[in-house]
T-cell receptor, first 114, second 112 residues
Framework: AQKVTQAQTEISVVEKEDVTLDCVYE???????LFWYKQPPSGELVFLIR??????QNEISGRYSWNFQKSTSSFNFTITASQVVDSAVYFC???????????FGSGTQLTVLP | DAGVIQSPRHEVTEMGQEVTLRCKPI?????LFWYRQTMMRGLELLIY????????DSGMPEDRFSAKMPNASFSTLKIQPSEPRDSAVYFC??????????FGQGTRLTVV
């Protein structure tokens, strides 16, 4: 069975602070894919990133960066110099093996205060 | 492309009534997913289709729920009869590349 744990339910930061959202996953498959999605107040989920289990390189996209560590089964997401528009619920998700459906974590509500 | 289109955006219905949620996926996407989101249970997969064929419906709560995908551009999720515990936001998503799903804006269902 697979599982995604986002232990941080809510985080509040002040604008321009850096913030890291934690994600820990469990799967028995050696091949799997990890994802982050953003759900802004408008409600739709927006795809941010996909990583496969064989690629542990960290990735940076503008103010966003992701740290994938197989040794600790973690796939953490950092927002640098946060902005009010970053306020949203962020979901980490997993697709194990040959499955096609996403297994989501419970989400982290990020609030960035002006 | 307009993205994944869901209708209606909001639905309020009385317990026992039939509810039909509709979804138009992005053209060219070969997978379609129905998810349900509640505060208590988070995001749950109900069913997904690949090339219009239902692949995994193990998340469908019970026989009151049914989903169809008669063609590549349309899917429905039906609840009959509806119950208050079905109140949730229902999302449709489509994808072409594994896991990179594009979600609709959801249908907020309230059963009173």
């Amino acid at each position: 069975a697979q599982k995604v744990t986002q232990a941080q339910t809510e985080i509040s930061v002040v604008e321009k602070e850096d913030v890291t959202l934690d994600c820990v996953y469990e799967t028995r498959d050696t091949t799997y894919y990890l994802f982050w999605y953003k759900q802004p107040p408008s409600g739709e989920l927006v795809f941010l990133i996909r990583r496969n289990s064989f690629d542990e390189q960290n990735e940076i996209s503008g103010r966003y960066s992701w740290n994938f560590q197989k040794s600790t089964s973690s796939f953490n997401f950092t927002i640098t110099a946060s902005q009010v528009v970053d306020s949203a619920v962020y979901f980490c998700a997993l697709i194990p093996g040959s499955a096609r459906q996403l297994t989501f974590g419970s989400g982290t509500q990020l609030t960035v205060l002006p | 492309d307009a993205g994944v289109i869901q209708s209606p955006r909001h639905e309020v219905t009385e317990m026992g009534q039939e509810v039909t949620l509709r979804c138009k996926p992005i053209s060219g996407h070969n997978s379609l997913f129905w998810y349900r989101q509640t505060m208590m249970r988070g995001l749950e997969l109900l069913i997904y289709f690949n090339n219009n064929v239902p692949i995994d419906d193990s998340g469908m709560p019970e026989d009151r729920f049914s989903a169809k995908m008669p063609n590549a551009s349309f899917s429905t999720l039906k609840i009959q009869p509806s119950e208050p515990r079905d109140s949730a936001v229902y999302f449709c998503a489509s994808s072409f590349r594994l896991g990179e799903a594009f979600f609709g804006q959801g249908t907020r269902l309230t059963v009173v």
